[in-house]
């Protein structure tokens, strides 16, 4: 049983389903509706700066090692559009890490140093032809991809689907029992799917046997814009290495160019206007690029280890439980290496890439990032518990900020018909404090990722259980630790 109908849910129901495993697979919301289908399209092994740290850490072969299990993942991609005739407009294009900051060519070139050890063909630029940004350096790797996400997704669950895997969609988990070898997977109306096999392919897991992988990742929210592009630029995919960060691609349907633009990133409930972050990547558009109007705004939400390497494998060695999270921002390369994965620990019992990935790897939790940011969660629990806000109910239609009734913190919206939503801003997972998002109206935990949109309803895990309206008492605190 799979929970997650994103891409690392339908990649390993593909596979399993070549081998003749019954799949179940089941979502809270519909196919590719989380980071599946919010992303750039980018299907590459060019994951920014990260050979060069790999090597440090765990050597030269791991780092080759991450290299190849990413061009297997892109090559499944593509064998999958090729074999099904997919029309999600597949290019084959080159990705491009780049600079505008001479303070960071150092970090490129030792990156470029690094990379021919590992013989990763990358090319060293001066500057990128065709491309209107002042670069200073850039690194160039040929025979990478881009797709519509979307599109390939919605035909990928089709696919799925013929292989006799069944799909429920707007099915949410509520939690998990373990009796011996079987897990029952608690779902909403009191929906019970008994399994032996358990993989979670849901961004962040919401179980975890004791290994805190909440406290190992730190969720990123990150933006995107889509306008025409009225004057060419160099095919490709491109993005920065300095901050803020910067993601720009070319994208052409039907004999219009158009450029998708953005990035932008900030840890996950840090973000006082997320509107204003909308401005600042259309003004870097528009100064830098000849375009258009802006034709559409989205954003999403990635989690991020801090060894730049994903956990998927087995939760621990004893249980039949598997979990892909942490891909880091590139998730659609990533999600096909997971599939890969979970399906050679199933069918043949082990991995060429189980060891690195290895979700108990000790290296992805003892150093100095890991502190630091639990640090900054602990920082962020006990601000979150001053009671500052609003006594005032005065909102604007589609307006959400933090109130103080009775004493207590509540979170108050008010929307687009005038209805007003009042919930206990305490996140159900682990208790932090929530914050408000100002483009996706939601309430966002920045503790661990988790987010709930402004009727209380979960949209993002860890947290299982939804917010509590004022009125119906406090809300319930239950991590599904154990």
């Known amino acids: 049983m799979i929970v997650g109908a994103g891409l690392t849910g339908l990649h390993t129901a593909y596979l399993l389903g070549n081998q003749g495993k019954k799949v179940v697979v089941i979502d809270a919301d519909q196919v590719g509706y989380g980071s599946s289908g919010r992303n750039t399209g980018k299907i590459t092994s060019s994951h920014g700066l990260i050979y060069d740290k790999i090597s440090k850490k765990y050597g030269n072969q791991k780092a080759r090692l991450y290299y190849e299990a990413n061009q297997r993942g892109i090559k499944l991609i593509e064998e999958i559009i090729n074999k099904y005739n997919i029309d999600c407009d597949f290019e084959k294009l080159p990705n491009y890490i780049f600079t505008e900051n001479e303070d960071y060519v150092s970090q490129i070139k030792q990156e470029y140093k690094t990379c021919e050890k590992l013989k990763i063909p990358y090319e060293y630029l001066n500057d990128i032809e065709d491309f209107p940004l002042d670069v ?54 009191n929906i019970e799917i008994k399994t032996k096999i358990l993989i979670i392919a849901s961004s962040n897991p919401w179980y975890d046997g004791l290994r805190f992988y909440f406290s190992k990742q730190k969720a990123s929210r990150s933006y995107l814009t889509l306008s025409k592009l009225n004057k060419p630029i160099a095919k490709g995919m491109f993005i920065n290495v300095e901050k803020p960060s910067k993601t720009i691609r070319t994208y052409t349907d039907k004999g219009c160019d158009y450029l998708i633009c953005g990035g932008f990133d900030h840890k996950t409930g840090k973000c006082d206007d997320e509107k204003e972050i909308f401005d600042k990547i259309v003004d870097f558009a528009k100064n830098n690029f000849k375009i258009g109007t802006i034709e559409y705004k989205w954003s999403t939400q990635d989690y991020i280890t ?141 503790c661990h990722g988790s987010r709930f949109n402004y009727d209380g309803t979960v949209l993002n895990g860890p947290a299982l259980k939804p917010l509590k309206l004022l009125g119906m008492g406090d809300n319930d605190i239950d991590p599904d630790l154990v």
């Open 136 to 189: 200073k350096a850039a690194l160039r790797l040929d025979d990478q991809a881009q797709f519509n996400t979307k599109k390939y997704i919605d035909k990928l669950a089709e696919i799925d689907k013929s292989k006799g895997v069944l799909i429920y969609e707007n099915t949410p988990v509520v939690g998990l029992i373990r009796d011996g070898d079987t897990y029952t997977i608690k779902a909403k109306d």
């Open 306 to 446: 801090t060894d730049n390497i994903p956990y998927i494998g087995r939760i621990n060695n004893e249980e039949n439980i598997y979990i892909s999270t942490g891909f880091c921002k590139w998730g659609i390369s990533t999600s096909a290496v997971a599939a890969i994965i979970f399906r050679d620990l199933i069918v043949n019992k082990s991995s060429d890439y189980e060891d690195l990935f290895n979700p108990s790897r000790v290296g992805s939790y003892l150093n100095f990032d890991f502190f630091k940011e639990n640090t900054i969660m602990a920082y962020d629990y006990i601000k979150g518990k001053i009671k500052k806000g609003s006594t005032e109910f005065d909102l604007e239609k589609e307006e959400g900020k933090v109130v103080i009734i009775d004493g207590d913190k509540y979170g108050a919206y008010k929307d687009k018909d005038g209805k007003v939503f009042v919930v206990d801003i305490t996140c159900t997972h682990l208790g932090c404090e929530l914050e408000f998002n100002s483009f996706e109206h939601s309430w966002d935990c920045p």
